[in-house]
């Protein structure tokens, strides 16, 4: 195969598979480390591995991504993509830094790039500062974000610890660089620093990075950077021309259940936008640690019984993230709610509802892995970077949506819900 994927979180898999796919090459997506042996694909095929190891220890994280490695490279892939969030979410420790570098070691190669730029979603890159919309990342709300606080807005300096600070680790592609065109950005990535952080401010850029970076056997970055690498292996005739686009599957009909945990800025404008016109149930970590959930398994059935869409939520503010934290310890205030909503996810599809969404890539993390889901069809966007998806569990086929936090607009649930109706 052309490409195998490791994905730091569900949300972050599914933006990369909806962009491959609008790339116009066939994309597989696991959900989890494959239980089944690999097996070569055909060459033009992407495969993609969803793990969940964002904010997880970075041992750990590097021993699963060594994993998924392995088995791609068995099922024949030439090039991996290391895939994190396109605001760089990551701490001091990692694990976007450790995991690259494992990945360079195991693949025997010196250098890699690092391109979280998603100009569509409004992430850019310049001179090493990321910003989103028009705010420097730690002065956007990233910089409250409860697992993975953003506050330094350049990703050369977040990056360095993360490779034990040596400086001559981690250098920068700047965008002067990036605008003198495909030689100049090939030729400072073959003398460059072995991690280099590539600036980009619009399409033109990713496709300058993609058309000199394509033959790295490892890349890294957000969605947006590998939706510009089909295009980069067809003109270099490694890939073979598309005909046609390929056939999205149908999303299955029947009630909806919007269940959202991300605490993001956006995701709280989703669900204020979504509880006005939907019966809604809050969910607070220091109730749900006493064993109070407000009665869900209840409210949920006789939502489903009266044809009602409805929502469950956990999102709250950052004076009530750290409240919570402060009482519960920041990795149990998470859990809480976590199991909560995956609880909540599998009483509804034994009450049959056929579609779910979710925000938040922790929440989505654990209700697809709650529900038994091991693969995922990418069907249409409903926005940039998050599309539809169909899968299978113990009550057969649904649809599920797998929000990254800060995606889409204020009405975003309602239109995932009317794009399916």
Same mark, same amino acid.
């Given at each position: $195969?052309?490409?195998?994927? %490791?994905?730091?979180?569900?949300?972050?898999?599914?933006? &990369?598979?909806?962009?491959? =796919?609008?790339?116009?090459?066939?994309v597989?997506?696991r959900i989890?480390?494959?239980?089944?042996?690999?097996?070569p694909?055909?060459?033009e095929?992407v495969?993609?591995i969803?793990?969940?190891?964002?904010? %997880?220890?970075?041992g750990?994280?590097?021993?699963?991504? &060594?994993?998924a490695l392995?088995?791609?490279?068995?099922?024949?892939? /030439?090039?991996?993509?290391?895939?994190?969030?396109?605001?760089?979410?990551?701490?001091?420790?990692g694990?976007?830094?450790?995991?690259?570098q494992?990945?360079? #070691?195991?693949?025997?190669?010196?250098?890699?790039v690092? =391109?979280?730029?998603?100009p569509?979603?409004?992430r850019r890159?310049?001179?090493?500062?990321l910003f =989103? @919309?028009?705010?420097?990342?730690?002065?956007?709300?990233?910089?409250d974000?409860?697992?993975?606080? $953003?506050?330094d807005?350049?990703?050369?300096?977040?990056?360095?610890?993360q490779?034990g600070?040596?400086? @001559?680790?981690?250098g920068?592609?700047? !965008?002067?660089t990036? /605008?003198?065109g495909?030689?100049?950005?090939?030729?400072? %990535?073959?003398s460059?620093?072995?991690?280099?952080?590539?600036?980009? &401010?619009?399409?033109?850029?990713?496709?300058a990075?993609?058309?000199? +970076?394509? +033959?790295?056997p490892?890349?890294?970055?957000?969605?947006?950077f590998?939706?510009?690498?089909?295009?980069? !292996?067809?003109?270099?005739e490694l890939?073979?021309?598309?005909?046609g686009?390929?056939?999205l599957?149908t999303?299955?009909?029947?009630?909806?259940?919007?269940?959202?945990?991300s605490?993001? +800025? $956006?995701?709280?404008?989703?669900v204020?936008?979504?509880?006005?016109?939907?019966?809604?149930l809050?969910?607070?970590?220091?109730?749900?640690a006493?064993?109070? #959930?407000? @009665?869900?398994?209840? !409210?949920?059935?006789?939502?489903?019984?009266t044809?009602q #869409?409805?929502?469950?939520?956990?999102?709250?503010?950052?004076?009530?993230v750290?409240?919570?934290q402060?009482?519960?310890?920041?990795e149990?205030? *998470?859990? =809480?709610?976590e199991?909560a909503?995956?609880?909540?996810?599998?009483i509804a599809?034994s009450?049959?509802?056929?579609?779910?969404?979710?925000?938040g890539?922790e929440?989505s993390g654990?209700?697809?892995?709650?529900?038994?889901?091991?693969?995922?069809?990418?069907?249409?966007?409903?926005?940039?970077?998050?599309? !539809?998806c169909?899968?299978?569990?113990?009550?057969?086929?649904?649809?599920?949506a797998?929000k990254s *936090?800060?995606? *889409?607009?204020?009405?975003f649930f309602?239109?995932a819900?009317?794009?399916?109706s």
């Open positions: $195969m052309i490409l195998g994927c %490791i994905a730091d979180d569900f949300t972050g898999a599914t933006d &990369l598979a909806a962009l491959l =796919v609008r790339a116009g090459v066939p597989s997506l989890g480390l494959p239980s089944e042996p690999a097996s694909g055909p060459p095929a495969e993609v969803a793990l969940k190891i964002r904010a %997880i220890e970075p750990r994280a590097v021993t699963q991504a &060594l994993a392995d088995w791609l490279l068995a099922a024949g892939a /030439r090039h991996i993509y290391w895939k994190y969030c396109s605001t760089f979410d990551s701490t001091m420790r694990n976007i830094g450790p995991v690259a494992a990945l360079m #070691d195991r693949l025997g190669t010196e250098r890699t690092y =391109v979280p730029s998603f569509e979603n409004g890159v310049f001179m090493g500062n =989103v @919309g028009d705010q420097p990342l730690a002065e956007s709300p990233m910089k974000h409860p697992l993975n606080p $953003m506050r807005s350049d990703l050369t300096r977040v990056l360095a610890p490779l600070d040596d400086a @001559g680790k981690v920068l592609l700047d !965008w002067p990036i /605008r003198q495909q030689a100049a950005v090939a030729g400072a %990535i073959a460059g620093a072995p991690h280099l952080v590539c600036d980009a &401010l619009d399409d033109s850029d990713l496709e990075l993609a058309q000199a +970076a394509h +033959a790295l490892l890349l890294t970055g957000g969605s947006a590998a939706r510009h690498l089909p295009d980069a !292996w067809r003109a270099a890939l073979a021309s598309t005909e686009d390929e056939v599957p999303m299955p009909k029947g009630p909806a259940v919007v269940l959202a945990g605490c993001s +800025a $956006m995701t709280r404008k989703q204020a936008h979504f509880a006005a016109m939907a019966p809604t809050r969910l607070d970590p220091q109730r749900l006493e064993g109070d #959930d407000g @009665g869900m398994q209840d !409210w949920i059935i006789e939502c489903l019984d044809g #869409d409805c929502m469950l939520q956990a999102t709250a503010g950052p004076d009530e750290a409240a919570a402060s009482a519960l310890g920041v149990k205030a *998470g859990a =809480v709610v199991e909503l995956a609880r909540a996810a599998r599809r009450h049959g509802a056929a579609r779910l969404v979710v925000a890539g929440t654990a209700i697809t892995s709650a529900l038994g889901i091991t693969a995922l069809r990418i069907g249409a966007e409903i926005a940039p970077g998050v599309p !539809w169909r899968g299978e569990d113990d009550h057969g086929s649904l649809a599920l797998l *936090g800060n995606f *889409g607009e204020e009405d309602t239109r819900l009317e794009q399916t």
